[in-house]
């Protein structure tokens, strides 16, 4: 499994800007279809972003489509998430995640076709 580890969240005033960083190990990160999910106490983790192992394709949830943008940089092992015009409602725990090798499935955005997960990012909006 690939380790991952995020960094980059904080406190941010409403409509402010944020960009999240995760961090992979291992010499086959480009080969990964990577995502960002979030979770709030009480709830299920939520899809956020995906993008393809190439960086060619990308998913977003209707929730912050226009205001977020998922990219990965392969040489660096990393991928980001540029989140602009933050809403108090993005406030929570963000994880990167690497697709599950072989049986990832390009059309789904379920957490279940993601192995690898992060320990997670706190992003906190104030209104």
């Known amino acids: 499994q690939m380790q991952l580890i995020e960094s980059g969240g904080g406190l941010v005033q409403g409509g402010g800007s944020l960009r999240l960083s995760c961090a992979a190990s291992?010499?086959?990160?480009?080969?990964?279809?990577m995502g960002w999910f979030r979770q709030t106490p009480g709830k299920e983790r939520e899809f956020v972003a995906r993008?393809?192992?190439?960086?060619?394709?990308?998913y977003y949830a209707d929730s912050v489509k226009g205001r977020f943008t998922i990219s990965r940089d392969n040489a660096k092992n990393t991928v980001y998430l540029q989140m602009n015009s933050l809403k108090p409602e993005d406030t929570a725990v963000y994880y990167c995640?690497?697709?599950?090798?072989?049986?990832?499935?390009?059309?789904?955005?379920?957490?279940?076709?993601?192995?690898?997960w992060g320990q997670g990012t706190h992003v906190t909006v104030s209104s």
């Open positions: 995640a690497a697709a599950r090798g072989p049986n990832y499935d390009p059309s789904s955005d379920s957490s279940a076709n993601f192995g690898s």
């Open positions: 291992g010499r086959f990160f480009s080969r990964y279809a």
């Open positions: 993008i393809s192992w190439s960086g060619i394709s990308t």
